[in-house]
């Protein structure tokens, strides 16, 4: 017996597998968006995921459930997924969801939230009137202003 569905949703996490059609679609294994993981930073997060089937992926995200940016890549299907997001706010909440594209297919994910750590200052103080009043032997006095 065999079913079709016009549109297939799966998606698997670290702690919940939600299906929404069956695992063979026309004939061929469902394509199955899993592992779904988030490393985040102040300007930058990096969203790394696995399928079961060698895909191409993308990654909408926004500061809403209606995202309004995506990053991704075309041509080269893969199995294991990484994609940086650039050019995040500090202590921030972006959502975010995965989407995997082979042979016809497309699954996303549901949408998921990650947070931005705060701003990190790069910059490296300045340092005046460096002096070494005191040096003998093993040891030395440095005095300075920031």
Avoid: C
Avoid at 21 to 37: D, E
Avoid at 85 to 109: C, P
Avoid at 118 to 140: C, F, H, M, N, S
Wanted: aromatic share 8%; hydrophobic share 40%; charged share 15%.
């Amino acid at each position: 017996m065999k079913r079709i569905f016009p549109r297939i949703i799966i998606a698997l996490s670290a702690v919940t597998l939600v299906a929404v059609a069956p695992f063979v679609v026309h004939g061929q294994l469902a394509l199955i968006v899993a592992n779904i993981r988030v490393s985040a930073l102040d300007t930058t997060a990096t969203v790394s995921w696995s399928t079961n089937i060698p895909s191409t992926g993308r990654v909408e995200y926004g500061l809403t459930s209606a995202h309004g940016s995506t990053v991704g890549y075309d041509g080269e299907q893969r199995s294991s997924h990484q994609i940086t997001l650039n050019g995040l706010k500090g202590e921030t909440t972006y959502h975010f969801r995965v989407i995997s594209t082979t042979s016809g297919q497309e699954t996303a994910s549901f949408d998921q939230t990650f947070k931005t750590i705060k701003a990190v200052d790069r910059d490296a103080p300045g340092l005046t009137d460096v002096a070494i009043p005191y040096q003998g032997g093993t040891e030395a006095l440095i005095q300075w202003r920031t």
